[in-house]
């Protein structure tokens, strides 16, 4: 049956090319890249520079499980410092002395941080949360405060995170700032004093408050309402009397701006008319403000410091791709920088400030470099009711494009969008003969709040019909067979998935879900307890499941799984925390009662999403089966791969 399997596939590509009168140039087809080379571990990923500029770390693999190495600048004395046994370090910063690495790790994704730390010196790691079921988010560290850290905790109520004060010497904890029940982000002055404080108000929108100091009492310092972005605070000025916030309120797209907390006087230092402030770069010693980055099409800095022009002038003429600052050492001589493309892997590199001098670190999967990618393309299309929606096209190389196989991709979130860069989902399904369409839909954010706003309850509704529409610009502009095409997601992009077989079922020939939720109802009444402060937003965003149930069940697929026709693989983590596996197993009970072809596989040692490479790897050899048959593309054959847990339903 496997060898009779593969012969279809090729047989199936074989037909679509002489069908499209491609067969001449069928050789022009590149190799199959390995998913192990797209899915597996990368070689090296990551790169921090330490705080006194002497050292850098990296993740890399070390008994097939990716670890924390750290090198000396100049040296090729590369020694891994941690030893992570199962599922990999994936978030690590340097602790402030320069010689300890503090990294975050939970048990088999169930999203329940601990905060570990690793000496240098002796290779000792200790866990300096070892509170089980709690979940740890670092707030803060400071240079004059090396051996202290900031962290919240969900200790003493699993809903609210209060703040706690590690030292880092002895690993005592002590509260330091406690929640009172509606906090959701918090952020600390020059002296490491939590002295600012934001949260979800009752009707969904935001607050923020501030205190002179740590025993001053708290007042609100601004307000505003549901429509806005999604805000954030920043940090405080130099002085410690101002506030860098990123808000939408006065202006449609998140602007960042400057708050005198003494008088809430506002003043703006970047913006723009459509797209949202993305993120800041900050002086890691003088807290001056240098530069703001937006989203656009690609990523693109806006300079605020004169000073760093020759920088990045110098580091633009080095590489063709989206320039980021990632790491820097406290005096700033030394930073680590990186350049995204879209067709090759991510490139680090070591930047000289005094010198001038760039030199490349390393690649994160140089293996790629040996293949032909595909490239991205920015795209937008005018919805039906007249709306401009955005987003990106990958054809793949070799074959004209004209006709094709396509996978419509759809993001999480649903509050986040795509971006242009290497995906690696985007090249495996490229390199196997289909064009990629990802869609930011309504509700997508970066695009200012009224983007954001048009997809409110919109689940299953404009949400969806903008990837409809999507779909239907793409067979338009000739580039996909409307017969073979196929929806996939993770996330919410499951959910788009369920929602593409379930409301439309004439629009997809088959449909790839991974950990997608399959009831609002459900969904909304089981998430994480320190998602509380955040209902309100859901129940803006989504609807409120205590007065709109009906109206949630009616944007549900497992309410119209009667309507399911075509063939439907899902993929989930036992241990998710966001998206519980009942919603899976409640759709998959439901089609197969009803005869509907679903293919469901379990994974017990994943939570929302797939961390383990072996079963990244085993998850997306069924998937590019599952596509291979019903849509047409090249495959390389699934196989098992040891160490995955991967449990067919």
Not at 160 to 172: E, F, M, S
Not at 186 to 197: E, G, P, T, Y
Not at 559 to 568: E, G, V
Request: glycine share 8%.
């Amino acid at each position: 049956m496997r060898r009779a399997h593969r012969l279809s596939g090729l047989v199936a590509l074989s037909l679509m090319l002489l069908s499209n009168g491609w067969g001449a140039r069928a050789v022009e087809l590149p190799p199959l890249i390995p998913r192990e080379v797209l899915f597996g571990n990368p070689e090296k990923a990551n790169p921090q520079i330490s705080p006194d500029g002497t050292k850098f770390a990296y993740l890399a693999p070390h008994n097939g499980v990716l670890n924390v190495w750290v090198r000396t600048i100049g040296k090729n004395d590369d020694q891994v410092v941690t030893a992570d046994k199962k599922r990999g370090i994936r978030a690590y910063f340097w602790q402030e002395d320069s010689e300890h690495i503090l990294y975050i790790q939970d048990r088999d994704g169930d999203e329940n941080w601990h905060l570990y730390q690793t000496s240098l010196k002796t290779k000792v790691t200790r866990d300096l949360t070892p509170l089980e079921g709690v979940q740890a988010q670092v707030v803060a560290t400071d240079p004059q405060f090396p051996d202290e850290l900031l962290v919240a905790l969900n200790l003493r109520d699993r809903r609210w995170h209060d703040v706690y004060r590690i030292n880092l010497k002895t690993g005592a904890l002590e509260l330091d700032t406690e929640n009172p029940g509606d906090v959701s982000q918090w952020a600390v002055d020059h002296r490491l004093q939590v002295r600012a404080a934001s949260g979800f108000t009752s009707d969904g929108g935001m607050f923020i408050r501030v205190r002179e100091d740590a025993k001053s009492p708290w007042r609100e310092l601004l307000r505003w309402g549901p429509d806005e972005t999604f805000s954030s605070i920043g940090t405080f000025t130099p002085d410690g009397r101002g506030l860098w916030i990123i808000s939408s309120v006065g202006a449609n797209a998140a602007r960042l701006i400057e708050v005198d907390t003494a008088t809430g006087k506002t003043t703006v230092i970047a913006e723009d008319p459509q797209y949202d402030v993305s993120s800041v770069m900050i002086h890691p010693k003088t807290r001056r403000l240098e530069a703001v980055q937006f989203i656009r099409a690609r990523r693109e800095w806006q300079l605020l410091d004169p000073s760093l022009r020759a920088d990045f002038e110098l580091l633009r003429r080095e590489r063709d791709g989206d320039l980021n600052i990632v790491s820097r050492d406290r005096e700033d001589r030394m930073w680590i920088v990186s350049y995204i493309v879209d067709d090759g892997p991510v490139y680090y590199y070591v930047y000289d400030r005094s010198a001038r001098r760039l030199n490349l670190l390393f690649s994160t999967q140089p293996a790629l470099e040996r293949y032909r990618l595909a490239k991205m393309q920015p795209i937008s299309f005018t919805a039906r009711d007249g709306m401009t929606i955005y987003g990106y096209l990958t054809l793949p190389v070799g074959i004209p494009p004209r006709n094709l196989p396509m996978v419509l991709l759809v993001h999480g979130g649903p509050w986040a969008r795509d971006v242009w860069g290497f995906n690696p989902i985007v090249q495996w399904l490229a390199n196997r003969g289909y064009a990629v369409l990802q869609v930011n839909f309504r509700g997508s954010t970066g695009y200012g709040k009224a983007y954001l706003n048009a997809g409110d309850r919109e689940w299953a509704g404009k949400m969806h019909t903008d990837l409809i529409d999507g779909k239907n610009w793409a067979v338009q502009q000739g580039y996909a067979d409307p017969k073979r095409v196929g929806i996939m997601g993770g996330s919410y992009g499951g959910y788009a998935t369920l929602v593409g077989l379930a409301f439309t079922p004439e629009e997809f020939a088959c449909g790839v879900d991974i950990v997608g939720p399959s009831n609002l109802v459900t969904l909304l009444r089981s998430i994480p307890p320190y998602w509380t402060p955040m209902k309100a937003l859901f129940d803006k965003r989504l609807g409120k499941v205590e007065t709109d149930e009906e109206f949630l069940k009616s944007r549900s697929p497992l309410f119209r799984a009667d309507q399911i026709k075509a063939p439907l693989l899902i993929g989930h983590g036992a241990n998710d925390p966001r998206v519980k596996k009942a919603e899976s197993d409640q759709i998959v009970q439901t089609l197969r009662a009803k005869n509907v072809p679903v293919t469901y596989v379990l994974y017990p040692d994943e939570g929302h999403g797939f961390a383990r490479p072996e079963n990244r790897l085993d998850f997306f050899g069924r998937a590019e089966e599952f596509l291979a048959k019903y849509l047409g593309g090249r495959f390389e054959p699934w196989r098992e791969v040891p160490g995955s847990s991967a449990q067919l339903q």
